[in-house]
């Protein structure tokens, strides 16, 4: 398991745990990453991401990123 930082772009990737308190795991949540979601980082530029999640492209940053494990 690495932390979604390390994901290659275009690669999608399974998200197998999400870390955090539960306020974050809830908003995280909301933008539509959960377990067994897959996502895909499109770029990535000083450790925030911009990563496609259910159809939809999310910015994220660097913290965030941290806490999403695929």
Aim: aromatic content about 2%.
């Amino acid at each position: 398991m690495l932390p979604l930082t390390m994901a290659n772009p275009g690669e999608p990737v399974t998200i197998k745990k999400i870390g955090g308190k539960a306020e974050t795991k809830k908003f995280l949540e909301t933008l539509g990453f959960v377990v067994g979601g897959v996502v895909t980082v499109v770029s990535e530029i000083n450790g925030n991401m911009i990563v496609n999640v259910k159809d939809s492209r999310v910015a994220i940053g660097k913290d965030m990123a941290n806490k999403i494990m695929v």
